[in-house]
């Protein structure tokens, strides 16, 4: 399926423009950044890199698609006919998927002609708002966690297709697994899931919907134990399993006073290899609260899916060189409006770490990253081919990893799930 109408109407009537006018074909430098952090987070992950690039290569005008922006007036024939031989032939350079970003990170660097370049403005902050928003809450979720594994679970509480592109978000920012089947299937992410408590009230009796789950799933399956009862349920449950039952779920009450009874209580029945996993509309706030509570694992839904109160990054597209009117110099250009002006110039970045630790985010125009600095922008994609290391599962599992590098390198306090201020500052030089 093409990704080409997945955009905003005024990128084709610039192009449209771009085209009568002559500038369509001027080299020019787009970039995505955020201007700033959502209020009290410390950094962002930078997630939706190869979601972006097998877009790019999906991105193709049909006879379809150029007969309805006819039939709307969009475009004239002549752009019509440019369309039609859409490819985009620049380059795009990028942080890697799952590096952690700041305000002004440039994450993205698309090179091209004006017309190649700005169609892709709304289908690259689409991507990236939306994966960047939730791998940034679910950094917070895996810290807050503190090395106890999390299940992602919000497909009911969002759209179909963003479900599929939330778990791979979340699991790139150290999830361990999803709910999501579609997820598993295109992204290669663990999935996981037994039963809801309709299979309970299926059944007529708390007692028959156990035997059936473990009948058909093995006793290492985990049950759900708070239908009715969570006292009798957890009762039942290890008699039915001569106490090697693998978990059981709680998905209601005052957690930390009900994990606490339910552990002690398996314990007390012989069933101390049985592992806990609470769900109930979790976030980073909820999981730092449970702590100290005997809890092995968390599902969590509503609040990754959505960014836990952040559902888009903030990133925005901008236009920051362009060739001069000859086609010889870079000519550096920047938004000056209130609370919205961008830097200008194609740039570099790096970030500077001192004893392996990070201590600045450096965006430099018109230099080169230092010897004391990381650099943050790869090549993704050459003169129109995209590189394949970036795509797939592959490109999951290698975000996934990098994800795990990149946050060990922040000093300590950013893992702090309070309120702060970014944890390095961003030096333009």
């Excluded at 009762?235 to 994990?259: F, N, Q, W």
């Excluded at 909820?286 to 969590?300: E, K, M, Q």
């Excluded at 990754?304 to 597209?317: C, E, L, N, T, Y």
Aim: proline letters at 4%.
């Amino acid at each position: 399926m093409t990704s080409a109408l997945l955009t905003d109407q005024y990128e084709l009537t610039m192009v449209d423009a771009a085209l009568k006018d002559g500038t369509a074909d001027r080299r020019c430098v787009f970039e995505v950044f955020a201007r700033r952090l959502p209020d009290g987070r410390r950094y962002g992950v930078a997630a939706g890199l190869g979601r972006f690039l097998t877009a790019l290569g999906d991105f193709r005008f049909g006879d379809e698609e150029i007969g309805f922006l006819r039939d709307r007036g969009v475009i004239d024939a002549g752009t019509a006919s440019w369309l039609a031989d859409y490819r985009f032939s620049g380059d795009v350079r990028a942080y890697r998927e799952g590096e952690v970003y700041f305000p002004n990170s440039p994450i993205l660097q698309i090179e091209g002609t004006f017309a190649e370049a700005v169609v892709l403005e709304t289908l690259a902050l689409s991507i990236f708002n939306a994966d960047s928003a939730i791998a940034s809450a679910a950094a917070r979720m895996v810290s807050a966690a503190d090395g106890r594994p999390l299940a992602e679970m919000g497909s009911r509480r969002t759209g179909e297709w963003n479900a599929v592109a939330a778990a791979r978000a979340a699991y790139i920012a150290g999830f361990g697994a999803t709910s999501n089947l579609e997820a598993g299937r295109t992204w290669g992410i663990p999935t996981m899931g037994t039963a809801a408590h309709a299979f309970t009230l299926l059944h007529d009796s708390e007692e028959q919907a156990f035997r059936s789950q473990l009948d058909a799933l093995g006793s290492g399956t985990t049950l759900l134990v708070d239908t009715y009862d969570i006292e009798a349920a957890v009762e039942t449950a290890v008699r039915l399993t001569d106490g090697k039952l693998g978990g059981v779920r709680i998905d209601s009450g005052d957690l930390p006073s009900v994990v606490a009874a339910v552990r002690a209580q398996l314990d007390r029945l012989g069933a101390t290899g049985t592992k806990i996993t609470v769900t109930n509309d979790l976030d980073e706030y909820t999981i730092a609260a449970l702590r100290a509570a005997p809890v092995d694992s968390y599902g969590v839904g509503t609040s990754v899916v959505s960014g836990s109160g952040h559902p888009a990054a903030g990133m925005v597209f901008k236009l920051v060189a362009h060739r001069d009117a000859d086609g010889g110099d870079w000519v550096p250009v920047a938004k000056k409006s209130a609370d919205k002006a961008s830097i200008g110039g194609r740039k570099e970045a790096g970030r500077r770490l001192r004893n392996g630790v990070a201590t600045a985010e450096i965006v430099l125009t018109g230099a080169q990253v230092g010897p004391d600095e990381r650099p943050l922008l790869v090549p993704v994609v050459t003169g129109g081919e995209v590189d394949p290391a970036f795509l797939g599962t592959h490109g999951v599992e290698a975000a996934r990893a990098h994800h795990t590098r990149a946050k060990a390198e922040l000093p300590a306090d950013a893992s702090r799930i309070g309120r702060g201020d970014p944890a390095i500052p961003t030096l333009v030089i």
